[in-house]
């Protein structure tokens, strides 16, 4: 059985008169519904005894006991353990995921940890039972002490390296040979990691390799995702990458770093068409102006059709540029084009595709819908329209078995091609529904279709069958159809089902790549209204336990609930609460201000302590964050990822870690700087200044996709240190790769340098820098050409407030980049026409009344 049928099942035992109440169920009873037990309602759970549990407990450590259900078992069993050993530990399987940190602490230090432990201790974390932040910290202290670590072993602790730091890499070992599945491993922890914990491993496993006698060459394709230009420059030339050719040219190369040695080997020789074909993957780091020498020789579309091949896809520059020599060339057959690159094209093009051809786009784009959620939404929907005439389906409105056969596709259907399916069918698939991602604008259609009269009616209406049917899909209605459910009927039980199931796919790999429902924080406070037992948010509410915390989650309680929660509640609750991001900051308040007696002094606070407190850490006063011993840089990497500082509280959490470590800004190295991440904007601007050039450039590749909450002259300090002499020089002598190496800090360049860029160095910038730049200052310094310059990707990127402040002739021209020449002219896929020269100032007027129409919408 699934998981929620054996919550069904469980629910409707519970209702039979015949099995009485839980406390007097007897051994042999409980023992056969055994496998329902993890799935009984809390508050029915908490209901049995220790003579009930005794009997089946080493079953129950080896079941899918949650937090709330585990703490209960261990609270009643085993209500003093302070004797626990290592043998003991073991038998408490799944168990031991809930002791506390103060009980972990206490066995961790008396008793010797087995690897065996380890991997229990891991699995806790990996299946999400624990928070891995504080505990990590605990368990990987210990085994750095007892053991000694591989940089293979690393792999294996995956899941406790939210506690890592530098003290437990300090004696990693690499081995001599490096085997496939070794390299794999690094490339996805390197990849995978919070930034400052690449910078972490990359440093140490950089000095393992100083002190091995390994050859640094075997191990750079393994490397590869957090090799910094910088360092790359300092291993490599253009002279050894075309001796070791063989070799570098099949390493899956960022677009920067192809980019860089291409540049390299541009420099050593006189490259040739035939010099590009034996580049491999560094091929993909040729300018579009060195690719266009070739443009009238007679092989060029094999050229093209080799580069357009190039495994890990192109940067978005140069895959506009294919584009463009595509479109010169009306008479090429497109339908030998790669699925992954075809997928991208523009919709005008893609009518010239044959139906073999968009199955293959269809069937890659099933494989990895991740990609395909990169795509702007009109190229989405106009693929959606394509797999409807690719597969056949003519009926209308659509049946189930449409629905099948469009799988994900389906909710990416125009308005209209939605509203036409079948309704018993889409009840019927529900379950499916709720497992794909919705794009934005299909929310408000989902909704209606839920609550049609031929579907499921009103939600006033609906019964807990009909709320447990549709699942996380009920955060598509509104705030006010949400309070309109019959709340008091579903119970505590239907809304923590429905809450986790939320929770379980914003966590899975699609579910962080799809759109964020809208107003989701409101709805869940709408949904959790009336299970308080509250007509009204009254101060008069009930207090929520830990049972309650862990079932919603700690920011959907107002703070003068969580202030009134009792000691014991908080403290079993204090490390699920602190990885709450969405907590604001009188919640965050409130939850400190009750716990600053359980963590007084706070000077004498253990580093797994102040890691278990989280987010909570952030409204410390200023003189406790700067009594506290924030030195570690496990600590210090955990500060540095939270966004919710005050400007004072940044600062005083900044003073407080380099007094305790007893250094100045200019002595910081790389892993420091990547460590102090959101906390480098505690910095005054002339401390900024004083910051190392050639480690602020390596810690750049790092910190390239984090949003600095600085103040504009704080990041413009930021990257006036890039462009000094040890940094990357000036700017005007920037590459393309650059401005991509440093991401979001781009952002920050002066006004005069930005408005200075020419089409290669605009062409670098990263979609997240673009959408961070102020929109004035975005409509001051990017003329109308710069606009045109953009990719697709950069130009979507431009937020609403960015496109209010351009001028006609700068919309124009980012329209003209979104939409790649073409003009929108109908919804189906088969209307639209295209406009690649733009000839008369009529078609440029339409274009324009288009976007505006659009972005109005």
């Given at each position: 059985m699934k998981s929620l049928q054996k919550q069904a099942f469980a629910k409707r035992l519970l209702q039979s008169s015949v099995v009485g109440d839980v406390p007097s169920w007897p051994p042999y009873f409980l023992t056969s519904i055994l496998p329902l037990l993890p799935h009984l309602p809390v508050s029915h759970f908490q209901q049995l005894t220790s003579q009930q549990l005794s009997p089946v407990v080493e079953c129950l450590a080896n079941s899918s006991l949650?937090?709330?259900r585990g703490r209960h078992v261990l609270r009643t069993l085993f209500s003093k353990r302070k004797n626990l050993t290592?043998?003991?530990?073991?038998?408490?399987?799944?168990?031991?995921?809930?002791?506390?940190?103060?009980?972990?602490?206490?066995?961790?230090?008396?008793?010797?940890?087995?690897?065996?432990?380890?991997?229990?201790?891991?699995?806790?974390?990996?299946?999400?039972?624990?928070?891995?932040?504080?505990?990590?910290?605990?368990?990987?202290?210990?085994?750095?002490?007892?053991?000694?670590?591989?940089?293979?072993?690393?792999?294996?602790?995956?899941?406790?390296?939210?506690?890592?730091?530098?003290?437990?890499?300090?004696?990693?070992?690499?081995?001599?040979m490096m085997g496939t599945p070794d390299c794999q491993c690094w490339n996805s922890l390197l990849t995978e990691l919070w930034p400052a914990h690449?910078?972490?491993?990359?440093?140490?496993?950089?000095?393992?390799?100083?002190?091995?006698?390994?050859?640094?060459?075997?191990?750079?394709?393994?490397?590869l995702p957090v090799i910094s230009l910088k360092k790359l420059e300092m291993e490599l030339n253009g002279h050894t990458v075309i001796h070791h050719i063989s070799l570098y040219k099949n390493m899956p190369w960022s677009h920067q770093q192809a980019q860089l040695l291409f540049r390299m080997i541009q420099q050593m020789e006189n490259i040739t068409r035939e010099t590009v074909l034996r580049l491999g993957h560094i091929a993909s780091g040729i300018s579009c102006n060195r690719l266009r020498l070739w443009a009238n020789e007679s092989d060029f579309s094999e050229l093209l059709q080799f580069v357009m091949e190039l495994p890990g896809g192109l940067r978005p520059a140069l895959r506009k540029c294919v584009v463009e020599e595509i479109r010169k060339r009306p008479n090429m057959d497109l339908n030998s084009i790669n699925p992954s690159f075809a997928a991208g094209l523009p919709v005008v093009m893609m009518e010239r595709l044959s139906n073999t051809s968009l199955r293959a786009i269809l069937h890659h784009v099933r494989r990895h819908f991740i990609d395909f959620l990169k795509l702007p939404r009109h190229k989405q929907m106009a693929l959606a329209e394509k797999a409807i005439d690719v597969l056949g389906i003519s009926e209308d409105p659509l049946s189930g078995t449409s629905m099948d056969l469009l799988g994900p596709l389906l909710l990416f259907l125009d308005r209209d091609a939605l509203a036409q399916v079948d309704r018993e069918a889409l009840k019927l698939r529900l379950e499916d529904l709720r497992e794909y991602c919705m794009p934005f604008d299909s929310f408000r259609e989902m909704a209606a279709l839920l609550t049609e009269r031929s579907?499921?009616?009103?939600?006033?209406?609906?019964?807990?069958?009909?709320?447990?049917?549709?699942?996380?899909?009920?955060?598509?209605?509104?705030p006010q159809q949400i309070r309109s459910?019959?709340?008091?009927?579903?119970?505590?039980?239907?809304?923590?089902?429905?809450?986790?199931?939320?929770?379980?796919?914003?966590?899975?790999?699609?579910?962080?790549?799809?759109?964020?429902?809208?107003?989701?924080?409101?709805?869940?406070?709408?949904?959790?209204?009336?299970?308080?037992?509250?007509?009204?948010?009254?101060r008069r509410e009930p207090t929520p336990s830990c049972a309650d915390i862990r079932g919603t989650f700690p920011s959907a309680w107002r703070w003068y609930q969580l202030s009134r929660m009792k000691r014991r509640e908080l403290e079993d609750c204090v490390e699920f609460m602190g990885q709450d991001g969405s907590l604001d900051a009188e919640q965050r308040g409130v939850l400190w201000a009750e716990l600053r007696p359980l963590y007084k002094p706070v000077k004498t606070l253990r580093p797994e302590q102040l890691l278990e407190l989280g987010c909570?850490?952030?409204?410390?006063?200023?003189?406790?964050?700067?009594?506290?011993n924030l030195s570690d840089l496990a600590v210090v990497a955990y500060l540095g990822s939270f966004k919710e500082w005050s400007t004072k509280k940044m600062r005083a959490a900044l003073q407080g870690i380099l007094k305790r470590r007893k250094q100045k800004p200019e002595e910081l190295g790389v892993v420091e700087l990547v460590s102090l991440g959101y906390l480098l904007c505690g910095f005054s601007s002339s401390e900024i200044s004083r910051l190392d050039?050639?480690?602020?450039?390596?810690?750049?590749?790092?910190?390239?996709?984090?949003?600095?909450?600085?103040?504009?002259?704080?990041?413009?300090?930021?990257?006036?240190?890039?462009?000094?002499?040890?940094?990357?020089?000036?700017?005007?002598?920037?590459?393309?790769?650059v401005f991509t190496e440093i991401g979001t800090l781009a952002a920050g360049l002066d006004d005069m340098v930005l408005s200075a860029l020419i089409k290669e160095q605009m062409e670098g910038l990263t979609p997240a820098a673009i959408a961070l730049i102020p929109p004035r200052k975005m409509a001051v310094v990017f003329s109308a050409a710069q606009l045109s310059w953009l990719s697709a990707e950069q130009s979507w990127a431009v937020t609403e407030e960015q496109w209010e402040e351009l001028d006609s002739e700068q919309k124009q021209a980012l329209?003209?980049?979104?939409?790649?020449?073409?003009?929108?002219?109908?919804?189906?896929?088969?209307?639209?026409?295209?406009?690649?020269?733009?000839?008369?100032?009529?078609?440029?007027?339409?274009?324009?009344?288009?976007?505006?129409?659009?972005?109005?919408?």
């Amino acid at each position: 059985m699934k998981s929620l049928q054996k919550q069904a099942f469980a629910k409707r035992l519970l209702q039979s008169s015949v099995v009485g109440d839980v406390p007097s169920w007897p051994p042999y009873f409980l023992t056969s519904i055994l496998p329902l037990l993890p799935h009984l309602p809390v508050s029915h759970f908490q209901q049995l005894t220790s003579q009930q549990l005794s009997p089946v407990v080493e079953c129950l450590a080896n079941s899918s006991l949650d937090a709330t259900r585990g703490r209960h078992v261990l609270r009643t069993l085993f209500s003093k353990r302070k004797n626990l050993t290592s043998e003991t530990v073991m038998r408490l399987g799944i168990l031991i995921c809930y002791l506390n940190s103060e009980e972990l602490h206490r066995f961790l230090s008396t008793s010797s940890v087995s690897p065996a432990l380890w991997q229990q201790l891991a699995k806790c974390v990996t299946e999400g039972h624990v928070s891995g932040s504080g505990r990590a910290f605990q368990i990987l202290s210990k085994i750095a002490i007892e053991t000694n670590i591989s940089a293979n072993t690393l792999c294996r602790l995956r899941p406790l390296l939210s506690g890592l730091a530098p003290a437990f890499l300090r004696n990693l070992s690499v081995p001599d040979m490096m085997g496939t599945p070794d390299c794999q491993c690094w490339n996805s922890l390197l990849t995978e990691l919070w930034p400052a914990h690449r910078a972490m491993v990359y440093s140490a496993i950089q000095q393992a390799l100083e002190y091995s006698s390994a050859n640094i060459t075997q191990y750079l394709h393994c490397l590869l995702p957090v090799i910094s230009l910088k360092k790359l420059e300092m291993e490599l030339n253009g002279h050894t990458v075309i001796h070791h050719i063989s070799l570098y040219k099949n390493m899956p190369w960022s677009h920067q770093q192809a980019q860089l040695l291409f540049r390299m080997i541009q420099q050593m020789e006189n490259i040739t068409r035939e010099t590009v074909l034996r580049l491999g993957h560094i091929a993909s780091g040729i300018s579009c102006n060195r690719l266009r020498l070739w443009a009238n020789e007679s092989d060029f579309s094999e050229l093209l059709q080799f580069v357009m091949e190039l495994p890990g896809g192109l940067r978005p520059a140069l895959r506009k540029c294919v584009v463009e020599e595509i479109r010169k060339r009306p008479n090429m057959d497109l339908n030998s084009i790669n699925p992954s690159f075809a997928a991208g094209l523009p919709v005008v093009m893609m009518e010239r595709l044959s139906n073999t051809s968009l199955r293959a786009i269809l069937h890659h784009v099933r494989r990895h819908f991740i990609d395909f959620l990169k795509l702007p939404r009109h190229k989405q929907m106009a693929l959606a329209e394509k797999a409807i005439d690719v597969l056949g389906i003519s009926e209308d409105p659509l049946s189930g078995t449409s629905m099948d056969l469009l799988g994900p596709l389906l909710l990416f259907l125009d308005r209209d091609a939605l509203a036409q399916v079948d309704r018993e069918a889409l009840k019927l698939r529900l379950e499916d529904l709720r497992e794909y991602c919705m794009p934005f604008d299909s929310f408000r259609e989902m909704a209606a279709l839920l609550t049609e009269r031929s579907m499921l009616g009103q939600p006033k209406s609906w019964t807990v069958g009909d709320v447990e049917h549709v699942g996380r899909l009920v955060f598509t209605l509104s705030p006010q159809q949400i309070r309109s459910l019959p709340l008091d009927d579903l119970g505590k039980d239907t809304v923590e089902q429905i809450l986790q199931s939320q929770w379980h796919w914003k966590d899975s790999a699609l579910g962080k790549a799809c759109t964020e429902l809208k107003g989701l924080k409101d709805k869940i406070y709408s949904l959790i209204h009336k299970i308080v037992k509250g007509r009204r948010w009254t101060r008069r509410e009930p207090t929520p336990s830990c049972a309650d915390i862990r079932g919603t989650f700690p920011s959907a309680w107002r703070w003068y609930q969580l202030s009134r929660m009792k000691r014991r509640e908080l403290e079993d609750c204090v490390e699920f609460m602190g990885q709450d991001g969405s907590l604001d900051a009188e919640q965050r308040g409130v939850l400190w201000a009750e716990l600053r007696p359980l963590y007084k002094p706070v000077k004498t606070l253990r580093p797994e302590q102040l890691l278990e407190l989280g987010c909570i850490i952030t409204e410390m006063g200023e003189r406790e964050l700067q009594a506290a011993n924030l030195s570690d840089l496990a600590v210090v990497a955990y500060l540095g990822s939270f966004k919710e500082w005050s400007t004072k509280k940044m600062r005083a959490a900044l003073q407080g870690i380099l007094k305790r470590r007893k250094q100045k800004p200019e002595e910081l190295g790389v892993v420091e700087l990547v460590s102090l991440g959101y906390l480098l904007c505690g910095f005054s601007s002339s401390e900024i200044s004083r910051l190392d050039p050639s480690n602020l450039s390596e810690a750049a590749f790092f910190l390239r996709e984090t949003v600095l909450p600085c103040s504009e002259e704080q990041i413009a300090a930021l990257t006036a240190r890039l462009s000094s002499p040890l940094g990357f020089g000036p700017v005007s002598n920037w590459g393309s790769e650059v401005f991509t190496e440093i991401g979001t800090l781009a952002a920050g360049l002066d006004d005069m340098v930005l408005s200075a860029l020419i089409k290669e160095q605009m062409e670098g910038l990263t979609p997240a820098a673009i959408a961070l730049i102020p929109p004035r200052k975005m409509a001051v310094v990017f003329s109308a050409a710069q606009l045109s310059w953009l990719s697709a990707e950069q130009s979507w990127a431009v937020t609403e407030e960015q496109w209010e402040e351009l001028d006609s002739e700068q919309k124009q021209a980012l329209t003209m980049a979104q939409y790649e020449g073409e003009v929108m002219l109908g919804h189906r896929g088969r209307n639209w026409a295209p406009s690649v020269q733009l000839p008369d100032n009529f078609t440029a007027c339409v274009l324009f009344l288009l976007c505006i129409l659009w972005h109005l919408l």
